[in-house]
């Protein structure tokens, strides 16, 4: 159980250093690559047009190239965002089919006939208190500690 815990926040870490180390490195490459074309846009428009219109054309590039970062952006994130959604729904229905199943429940009561019920209510409110936490973190889905980094 904690081992899959453990999976999961190793994924979604390595999910998140990935998109930023991938977006980082696509920002750089269009930085220089939109520096060059606005350069080259600037002097071809300055020869023609004058200094003003030559501004304006580099504005434009420069919030068109913005404009198709944003568009890739929000893609990536809804993406990571409904591939967590089906990880949740899976993880659910998992753990309902699981507790419904009656081996396990049989095999719980003969653990506790073994064990004694004395014994068992330190273990059980202990258990308690974490299924508390999990349901709770299970009910809060895409809460902001969850969310891809920005």
């Known amino acids: ?7 999961d926040f190793k994924e979604s870490t390595g999910s998140a250093l990935r998109l930023t180390s991938l977006a980082a490195a696509a ?3 269009l930085l ?6 606005c350069a080259a846009a600037f ?3 300055l020869e023609r047009y004058g200094p003003v219109q030559a501004c ?3 504005a434009a590039i420069f919030f068109v190239v ?3 970062a944003a568009g890739c952006y929000m893609a990536r994130k809804k993406q990571i965002e409904a591939r967590a959604e089906e990880a949740a729904r899976m993880a659910k229905s998992t753990a309902q089919t699981v507790l419904s199943d009656p081996m396990l429940v049989a095999a719980g009561i003969q653990v506790i006939r073994a064990v004694g019920v004395k014994k068992l209510i330190p273990i059980l409110a202990v258990g308690g208190l974490a299924l508390g ?3 709770s973190r299970a009910n809060n ?4 500690s969850e969310a891809p980094a920005e």
């Not at 220089?32 to 074309?37: D, E, N, P, Q, Y």
């Open 1 to 7: 159980m904690f081992q899959r815990l453990i999976d």
């Open 27 to 29: 920002a750089m490459a």
């Open 32 to 37: 220089v690559t939109t520096g060059f074309l």
């Open 43 to 45: 002097v071809f428009v």
């Open 56 to 58: 304006l054309t580099g």
């Open 66 to 68: 913005t404009l198709i």
């Open 133 to 135: 936490f999990l349901a």
């Open 141 to 144: 889905g895409g809460s902001a």
